[in-house]
């Protein structure tokens, strides 16, 4: 079997994921295997790298290609059997559609300076459909490029592990087959892209500033930049939905009882869906 490399991340706390660890499969049924870990929660993403020209993509545990949709191992001893079978690229009609950007660390993430150029991220690129046509990573530089790609409505996402990600639209046609130089920010919880709304042809959803406080909560938490009526929803680690409600302004949200750990808030905002990490004590 052509060799495959796992990765391995952590979530340190709420926002920061980070990546820990990574060993090659071995034996013809791909197996792999990480020793001596601590309790916690954790992502798991398989890489295809002995093959070339393969049309597989890097897939994380849950049989996903974005973080945001995978299955989360909430691990207190030894867990067994977790494959991971790797998802295939879309067939697609190539074209001379091409975007290149750059990727830089903002304030207040772990371990990174303001202004580092983040290298390693996947970029991932959804035909019209949703359906995965390309997937690449940054480079030293903290730069990508895809081209090759067809004139359609695409959608470009830079997917972080335990972090809001940001999606542009992209409208490439024969007037404007190159969307270039785009800028993303990887913050503390989100990555937000950088004077979108000043390219015509890009059309990027609106971030505005979203804060849960207290942060982490035990009985009741507030929102700021979050409309009234606002409709949520709380999952668990690994996915599930555990409570849901409509957000009342100074009213708060009052949680139920639920285990101690890392949860996700989603708001179904007039800009989209957000999702921001909610730590319960």
């Keep these: 079997m052509d060799s495959v490399k796992v990765f391995l991340y952590r979530e340190q706390v709420p926002g920061h994921t980070e990546r820990i660890d990574s060993v ?22 398989a890489r295809m790298v002995s093959a070339s020209n393969h049309n597989f993509l890097d897939t994380y545990y849950g049989n996903q290609v974005q973080w945001k949709e995978s299955t989360a191992l909430v691990i207190n001893g030894d867990m067994n059997n977790k494959d991971i079978s790797l998802q295939t690229k879309t067939s697609s009609s190539t ?22 150029l ?39 996402i ?46 990027a959803q609106k971030r505005q500033e979203i804060r849960i406080f207290p942060n982490p909560v035990s009985d009741r938490f507030y929102l700021k930049g979050v409309e009234d009526e606002t409709l949520l929803n709380l999952r668990n680690s690994q996915g599930a939905k555990v409570f849901k409600a409509t957000y009342h302004g100074s009213f708060g949200v009052e949680i139920p009882q639920l285990p101690g750990g890392i949860y996700y808030l989603e708001m179904n ?12 004590k």
């Design 24 to 45: 090659a499969s071995y034996g013809n049924n791909g197996d792999y295997e990480f020793d001596h870990l601590i309790a916690g929660t954790y992502y798991v993403q």
């Design 95 to 116: 074209g001379t559609g091409r975007v290149t950007g750059t990727l830089t660390y903002g304030s207040g993430v772990v371990n990174h300076l303001e202004g580092e």
């Design 118 to 156: 983040a290298s390693g991220v996947q970029v991932i690129i959804l035909d019209d459909q949703d359906r995965v046509i390309a997937q690449t990573y940054s480079n030293q530089q903290g730069q990508f490029e895809i081209d090759q790609l067809p004139l359609l409505t695409l959608s470009l």
């Design 158 to 203: 830079v997917d972080y592990p335990g972090k809001a990600m940001a999606t542009v639209s992209l409208e490439l046609n024969s007037a404007h087959s190159s969307m270039e130089n785009l800028q993303f920010i990887i913050g503390k919880e989100v990555i937000d892209v950088l004077d979108a709304l000043s390219k015509p042809e890009i059309q």
């Design 269 to 280: 905002t007039s800009n989209g869906i957000r999702t921001i990490p909610l730590m319960i």
